[in-house]
């Protein structure tokens, strides 16, 4: 039937149900000069992560295409205008790893209030610093949300029920929608850094959005919770790299007036030598939002859907352009 190539990697019950269905499944990650060469121009759809792009010059190479699958939320790393422009699909699975990313910015949230990468770091060092380590609670404290979407929507509940009180930026949010997850809407994006203490990154990565969260936002953030404890200032981002200007948030660190800086996602991947991995304040992880078996296994049979849907002839219901 159609050729499928999957070049980031997808759940291996979705690799076998689609061969079941009759599929040729190709499962291969191919360099930057291979798809600007042409090699899915003899596939039907390419199912891609993060890690390929799929660019202007890619997608004008990729002739046979008419589908392009995002396995997870964020789409820019494809060219959107000109894959409609060649009559290709884009679709994503963006429900598929709500919850997975929820889990983890909490988790990203309560290590850096906890000195929880720290202390594990001395302790393997063989040091003790129990008096060193005095954490913050996230109660009392006020977190700011830049983009409120389902995940940050998520980020919120567990927020409410540790105490937390919650300040949004989201130019394209009905008000209702945050008034229904107890939430206060703001619309200037620095009345979030003058109130909040926490800040946690949940929007796309565009042109508006590049560079958002910079050294003068940063310098904003009050340090003090509205329990009157000095709780310094922390920022969290498992959205897209690029957001967060990485300069910045490492001279931030290094002045003290971030207390904490943990990112999921960096602007450029695999991070390799940045600078921001050494200093003793920041912790990460390498874009694992969506890696849990949970997740996976929702993105691969979400994207059978889609798939099925297109080839039927029909719209697939995630369709982006």
């Not at 997975?100 to 990203?108: A, D, Q, R, Y």
Request: proline share 3%; net charge negative; aromatic share 4%.
């Amino acid at each position: 039937m159609a050729r499928i190539a999957v070049t980031d990697g997808l759940d291996s019950s979705a690799v076998k149900q689609l061969r079941t269905l009759g599929h040729e499944v190709v499962e291969n990650h191919f360099s930057s000069d291979e798809l600007l060469s042409g090699a899915l121009g003899e596939f039907d759809a390419v199912i891609v992560r993060s890690a390929t792009k799929m660019t202007a010059s890619v997608i004008r190479a990729s002739s046979g295409l008419s589908f392009i699958g995002r396995g997870g939320v964020g789409v820019d790393n494809i060219d959107i205008v000109v894959a409609t422009e060649n009559h290709i699909v884009v679709c994503n699975t963006p429900r598929a790893s709500t919850h997975s990313v929820v889990e983890l910015t909490i988790g990203h949230l309560l290590a850096s209030c906890r000195h929880i990468p720290r202390g594990d770091r001395g302790l393997r060092d063989s040091l003790w610093e129990k008096k060193a380590l005095k954490g913050t609670e996230l109660a009392g404290k006020r977190l700011g949300f830049i983009g409120f979407g389902r995940i940050a929507q998520g980020v919120a509940k567990i927020a409410l029920a540790f105490g937390m009180e919650l300040h949004a930026y989201d130019p394209y949010l009905p008000d209702e929608i945050a008034r229904q997850n107890n939430c206060t809407l703001h619309t200037d994006v620095n009345t979030i850094f003058r109130l909040c203490t926490h800040i946690s990154i949940h929007c796309n990565l565009t042109e508006e959005t590049h560079h958002l969260v910079n050294a003068s936002r940063m310098d904003m953030m009050p340090g003090t919770g509205f329990d009157g404890v000095n709780c310094g200032n922390h920022l969290v981002n498992c959205a897209r790299g690029g957001i967060v200007n990485e300069k910045d948030a490492l001279a931030a660190l290094e002045s003290g007036q971030l207390s904490s800086v943990a990112l999921d996602v960096f602007e450029i991947e695999p991070a390799g030598d940045n600078p921001l991995l050494q200093h003793p304040h920041f912790h990460g992880t390498p874009h694992i939002g969506a890696a849990t078996a949970e997740a996976q296994s929702r993105i691969g049979s979400e994207m059978i859907t889609l798939l099925v849907a297109h080839f039927n002839g029909e719209r697939p219901h995630s369709t982006l352009n």
